[in-house]
């Protein structure tokens, strides 16, 4: 229920303050292990500590994020969608959450990632399931394949 401004605002702080978890999470892990994070590490973290061939970017047009944000089976997500729908007046309770995550996603963070200078998957608003795709394309890049 809080405006799309200070929701923006909370994810992008909350995305800055659980890198250091993360960080640290990936510290511990055993190194002989290959390991695939999906993470919300701010690109400037992930420059002083990675590299092009660590990371994948993924990206997505604003109006596929958006629009199709619960669309995933992700528990956190239908978390977040049960709560809205359990509100007093979903439609509006959406309409606001949408709203801040097209700020998360507005085109000048989309633009940022894409010029991290990182490897960056683009998908396209086209309807078809890119799974296997991009898992081959991610698995190349990470030099997974022999």
Same mark, same amino acid.
């Given at each position: 229920?809080?405006?799309?401004?200070? =929701?923006?605002?909370?994810?992008?702080?909350?995305?800055?303050?659980?890198?250091?978890? &993360?960080?640290?999470?990936?510290?511990? %892990?055993?190194? +002989?292990?290959?390991?695939?994070? +999906?993470?919300?590490?701010?690109?400037?973290?992930?420059?002083?500590?990675?590299? =092009?061939?660590?990371?994948?970017? %993924?990206?997505?047009?604003?109006? %596929?994020?958006?629009?199709?944000?619960?669309?995933?089976? +992700?528990?956190?997500?239908?978390?977040?969608? *049960?709560?809205? &729908?359990?509100?007093?007046?979903?439609?509006?309770?959406?309409? *606001? =959450?949408?709203?801040?995550?097209?700020?998360?996603?507005?085109?000048? *963070? =989309?633009?940022?990632?894409?010029?991290?200078?990182?490897?960056?998957?683009?998908?396209?608003?086209?309807?078809? +399931?890119?799974?296997?795709?991009?898992? &081959?394309?991610?698995?190349?890049?990470?030099?997974?394949?022999?």
């Amino acid at each position: 229920m809080r405006s799309p401004e200070e =929701y923006a605002r909370w994810v992008h702080s909350v995305a800055r303050e659980a890198a250091e978890f &993360e960080v640290a999470e990936l510290i511990s %892990m055993p190194k +002989d292990k290959k390991i695939i994070v +999906d993470t919300n590490i701010p690109i400037d973290v992930l420059k002083e500590i990675s590299d =092009y061939h660590r990371v994948a970017v %993924m990206l997505s047009p604003q109006s %596929m994020s958006v629009e199709r944000f619960f669309q995933r089976n +992700d528990p956190e997500k239908q978390f977040i969608l *049960n709560l809205i &729908e359990d509100c007093e007046h979903p439609e509006i309770v959406m309409e *606001n =959450y949408r709203r801040g995550l097209a700020l998360i996603d507005s085109p000048k *963070n =989309y633009d940022e990632l894409a010029n991290s200078g990182f490897f960056t998957i683009l998908r396209e608003d086209d309807g078809k +399931d890119t799974k296997e795709e991009v898992c &081959e394309k991610i698995a190349r890049h990470f030099g997974l394949y022999g």
